[in-house]
């Protein structure tokens, strides 16, 4: 048997707004630890290297993300010890039929046509035997040049999954799909749940690169022609490839359901069959936080918590705290989450709703819907701790070796403590070192920069006076990330 040569696809854009407050714009879920030591992303590449055997090469994973969150990306990656073969970088969303184009065009730039095997980077999986095996059914079906989608076995009536309708077994372990369904209701959804051969659409694929730019140039021609348009006129920056953006922006936003999958079994003359895969592993997609207490361990009365929680005479209530101790008392299908600046409180059976809340925010001009008080940055992170008229405090920690803008401030001076680590200091024409317990001051309007020259991290306490103390004065004269302000 040849080796059938992988590629990874990991769609890892999203802002995940329905686990407000923790999921926010700029951090959205996938890049959070919500069910083990590992974020959801991390999750996702490790069960995809899992993949590989004796008959399957797996290749470096292609992650489909946006400008804002490429360096969550790497870091979360450098911390598997991973780097990606490419990392496209969507100029603006147009949902997964897009997505989905640009990575096959990536995989087959060289010349290649490897297996895709497209996931998004928000699930999680109990049981990842299961799921190494039902993908590499998936990969065999996939290299004859089938279509494969992974179908989720049921084990509830659920309303909110769309579901896809199957033949009887084949038996290389595939279903032919003969209908793709849309979100039912209560009662359909028992129906389809007691007949046996309806599965909920996972929103995973499986195909060849080649096979997916044909389905989607015979069906949607429109967007084939706009991605490709798009990716002609790419730039690359080591890992980062940007397609071109006003290119990108003429690109019509579809999901694969609709501009391909749905449309390959009632066009069977297209020549184009889609099989799937039952996944029978414990598989979540985290949607909300109804999501989580399901997959979370519970207590006797079904109660699950996450951090520094107390639950009494309570049942069926899910608490995650952050940063503090928050106690419960005789709550009833209750979901509370606890951040720094935000804390939520929600029915469990209405936890579809916060999403709801992150549009009130956005509509008020609020930065809680898409910032958290401690915002990362690609040198490291800095924490507002405290504010008032006129000052602001942070704490900010620099990565080792790494470095901020050289930068000035038009309405603001700056006191810098150095807590731990040693710092190198740009103060207009000097260079100076401070280490544990020193501090310098950079007077408003001159030039200046911080560097981590050391091997730990590095993390000072900032005070921040002045008129004016928006992140967006700052005026950048060098950096080493490719940002203008």
């Given at each position: 048997m040849s080796v059938l040569?992988?590629?990874?696809?990991?769609?890892?854009?999203?802002?995940?707004?329905?686990?407000?407050?923790?999921?926010?714009?700029?951090?959205?879920?996938?890049?959070?630890?919500?069910?083990?030591?590992?974020?959801?992303?991390?999750?996702?590449?490790?069960?995809?290297?899992?993949?590989?055997?004796?008959?399957?090469?797996?290749?470096?994973?292609?992650?489909?993300?946006?400008?804002?969150?490429?360096?969550?990306?790497?870091?979360?990656?450098?911390?598997?010890?991973?780097?990606?073969?490419?990392?496209?970088?969507?100029?603006?969303?147009?949902?997964?039929?897009?997505?989905?184009?640009?990575?096959?065009?990536?995989?087959?730039?060289?010349?290649?046509?490897?297996?895709?095997?497209?996931?998004?980077?928000?699930?999680?999986?109990?049981?990842?035997?299961?799921?190494t095996a039902a993908l590499r059914t998936a990969i065999e079906a996939a290299a004859g040049g089938d279509i494969v989608i992974l179908g989720i076995t049921p084990d509830r009536p659920e309303t909110g999954f769309g579901y896809i309708r199957t033949a009887a077994p084949a038996a290389d372990g595939t279903r032919g799909v003969q209908a793709f369904v849309e979100k039912p209701d209560l009662d359909t959804a028992k129906a389809y749940l007691a007949e046996g051969s309806y599965y909920w659409n996972s929103g995973m694929f499986v195909m060849r690169a080649s096979r997916w730019l044909a389905a989607l140039?015979?069906?949607?021609?429109?967007?084939?022609?706009?991605?490709?348009?798009?990716?002609?006129?790419?730039?690359?920056?080591?890992?980062?490839?940007?397609?071109g953006k006003a290119e990108f922006e003429r690109v019509p936003s579809e999901s694969v359901d609709y501009a391909v999958m749905e449309q390959c079994p009632s066009h069977p003359e297209a020549g184009f069959t889609v099989k799937m895969v039952p996944l029978d592993a414990g598989w979540s997609d985290l949607g909300a936080w109804d999501a989580v207490w399901q997959v979370s361990a519970q207590d006797a009365s079904g109660n699950a918590s996450e951090g520094d929680a107390l639950i009494q005479n309570s049942r069926n209530t899910l608490v995650h705290s952050t940063s503090r101790l928050v106690?419960?008392?005789?709550?009833?299908?209750?979901v509370v989450v606890e951040t720094p600046d935000a804390v939520l409180v929600a029915d469990r059976s209405r936890s579809q709703d916060v999403k709801n809340v992150v549009a009130a925010l956005s509509k008020q001009e609020r930065s809680e819907g898409s910032l958290h008080r401690r915002v990362h940055r690609p040198w490291g992170w800095y924490d507002s701790i405290d504010h008032g008229p006129r000052f602001q405090v942070k704490r900010i920690m620099v990565k080792p070796k790494a470095s901020l803008s050289l930068q000035m401030h038009h309405h603001r001076a700056e006191h810098w403590i150095v807590v731990s680590g040693t710092a190198e200091v740009t103060v207009g024409d000097k260079v100076i070192m401070l280490s544990e317990n020193q501090s310098t001051y950079i007077p408003l309007g001159t030039v200046h920069r911080l560097v981590n020259p050391g091997t730990i991290p590095l993390e000072i306490i900032e005070v921040q006076s002045g008129s004016y103390l928006g992140e967006d004065d700052i005026v950048r004269f060098q950096d080493n990330y490719g940002r203008s302000s």
């Amino acid at each position: 048997m040849s080796v059938l040569t992988v590629l990874p696809v990991i769609m890892a854009g999203g802002s995940g707004t329905r686990l407000w407050p923790l999921s926010r714009a700029l951090y959205p879920k996938q890049f959070l630890a919500l069910s083990g030591p590992q974020t959801l992303f991390q999750q996702a590449h490790l069960r995809l290297t899992a993949l590989a055997s004796e008959h399957i090469a797996v290749g470096k994973p292609c992650v489909v993300g946006n400008e804002e969150h490429r360096f969550l990306v790497l870091d979360q990656l450098r911390e598997l010890k991973a780097e990606p073969s490419s990392l496209l970088l969507e100029p603006v969303g147009r949902n997964t039929a897009p997505a989905v184009a640009l990575a096959a065009l990536q995989a087959t730039a060289d010349g290649q046509d490897p297996i895709l095997v497209v996931t998004p980077a928000d699930q999680t999986v109990t049981r990842p035997e299961a799921y190494t095996a039902a993908l590499r059914t998936a990969i065999e079906a996939a290299a004859g040049g089938d279509i494969v989608i992974l179908g989720i076995t049921p084990d509830r009536p659920e309303t909110g999954f769309g579901y896809i309708r199957t033949a009887a077994p084949a038996a290389d372990g595939t279903r032919g799909v003969q209908a793709f369904v849309e979100k039912p209701d209560l009662d359909t959804a028992k129906a389809y749940l007691a007949e046996g051969s309806y599965y909920w659409n996972s929103g995973m694929f499986v195909m060849r690169a080649s096979r997916w730019l044909a389905a989607l140039a015979h069906f949607r021609p429109d967007i084939a022609q706009a991605t490709q348009a798009s990716f002609d006129v790419r730039t690359t920056d080591a890992s980062f490839v940007r397609p071109g953006k006003a290119e990108f922006e003429r690109v019509p936003s579809e999901s694969v359901d609709y501009a391909v999958m749905e449309q390959c079994p009632s066009h069977p003359e297209a020549g184009f069959t889609v099989k799937m895969v039952p996944l029978d592993a414990g598989w979540s997609d985290l949607g909300a936080w109804d999501a989580v207490w399901q997959v979370s361990a519970q207590d006797a009365s079904g109660n699950a918590s996450e951090g520094d929680a107390l639950i009494q005479n309570s049942r069926n209530t899910l608490v995650h705290s952050t940063s503090r101790l928050v106690a419960a008392v005789g709550l009833d299908n209750v979901v509370v989450v606890e951040t720094p600046d935000a804390v939520l409180v929600a029915d469990r059976s209405r936890s579809q709703d916060v999403k709801n809340v992150v549009a009130a925010l956005s509509k008020q001009e609020r930065s809680e819907g898409s910032l958290h008080r401690r915002v990362h940055r690609p040198w490291g992170w800095y924490d507002s701790i405290d504010h008032g008229p006129r000052f602001q405090v942070k704490r900010i920690m620099v990565k080792p070796k790494a470095s901020l803008s050289l930068q000035m401030h038009h309405h603001r001076a700056e006191h810098w403590i150095v807590v731990s680590g040693t710092a190198e200091v740009t103060v207009g024409d000097k260079v100076i070192m401070l280490s544990e317990n020193q501090s310098t001051y950079i007077p408003l309007g001159t030039v200046h920069r911080l560097v981590n020259p050391g091997t730990i991290p590095l993390e000072i306490i900032e005070v921040q006076s002045g008129s004016y103390l928006g992140e967006d004065d700052i005026v950048r004269f060098q950096d080493n990330y490719g940002r203008s302000s």
